[in-house]
């Protein structure tokens, strides 16, 4: 049985390591299949693919998709294949990366008036030395504003300053989920809703609102995953038996930025192999 692990992040996005250095320690880890899933970006993914080639590792290109369903923020995994360059759904993920930096300048703005951070601080970030940043959000505020001590970490600020009710939140635009999964099966890759029953991050799917995604042509559901109980596993298994869907799980490791490890949630080698079936990818 291998272990294999379909959702982590890079530096590229908001982890803190540089795509090779997350290969390296799914391997101390004792990964056997990585995917990096970086937010709206593959930007890491010819790296991750060497290093994984070098450490002996399995690897999956992907990416988390940022989308809204009925107005409600939700992200779709892309598994088995990225993004074309200059086709039309690159396109798109460039301007929700767009608007995300956008974003980030205007809270940065607000955060200003009351606290010692400017835009060049969120910049200048350790991880941003080893690789170029795709995609500049939420998490690399938080981290300046953990840097000038305003709060203790990630976790604090978006439990309060970055969080949706605060005054310093500004939305941000996102594709309408159908139009998200259309561009991923347009890429060659399969498209699976990731933690939709989140506990943790303001208030996720119930079982209709992952049944209407369903309906948008998703393909499978990531059911292990940390913010996900027993409840929500329970719930997201038998709409998956009932709807045919491929199962996965995966660590959503970000490095030093969440408590989350490599491999502590996995998916089985019979979804992968449906995954690979249904996809051009190779491991």
């Known amino acids: 049985m291998s272990l294999i692990d379909l959702h982590t992040h890079s530096a590229v996005s908001d982890g803190t ?14 990964v056997d299949v990585i995917a990096l899933t ?28 940022s989308a809204k369903l009925n107005g409600r923020s939700i992200h779709i995994l892309a598994l088995g294949n990225t993004s074309a360059p200059g086709s039309a759904f690159a396109a798109k993920l460039d301007e929700v990366r767009e608007s995300r930096e956008r974003r980030a300048q205007r809270i940065v703005e607000r955060l200003s008036e009351d606290f010692p951070i400017t835009w060049e601080a969120v910049l200048d970030t350790e991880s941003s030395r080893d690789v170029s940043v795709a995609s500049v ?62 506990r943790t991050r303001g208030k996720g799917l119930d079982s209709d609102g992952c049944q209407e995604l369903i309906d948008c042509g998703l393909d499978g559901l990531e059911i292990f995953h940390r913010e996900h109980g027993e409840a929500e596993r329970a719930a997201l298994a038998a709409i998956a038996r009932e709807r045919n869907l491929i199962v996965t799980g995966g660590s959503d490791y970000h490095g030093s930025g969440k408590p989350n490890r490599l491999g502590e949630n996995t998916t089985s080698d019979e979804n992968l192999a449906r995954i690979l079936a249904a996809t051009s990818a190779r491991l």
Do not use: K, N
């Open 38 to 65: 970086d937010h709206d970006t593959d930007r890491g993914i010819a790296q991750a693919r060497g290093a994984a080639r070098s450490a002996g590792l399995g690897f999956l290109p992907g990416m988390e998709v």
């Open 17 to 30: 390591e540089p795509p090779a250095a997350v290969i390296e320690q799914a391997r101390r880890s004792g």
């Open 137 to 198: 959000g939420r998490p690399h505020i938080a981290d300046a504003l953990t840097r000038a001590g305003v709060v203790s970490g990630r976790a604090e600020a978006f439990a309060h300053l970055l969080a949706p009710h605060s005054p310093y939140y500004v939305p941000y635009r996102a594709l309408e989920a159908e139009d998200a999964i259309a561009g991923i099966h347009a890429s060659g890759a399969l498209a699976v809703g990731a933690h939709l029953m989140t």
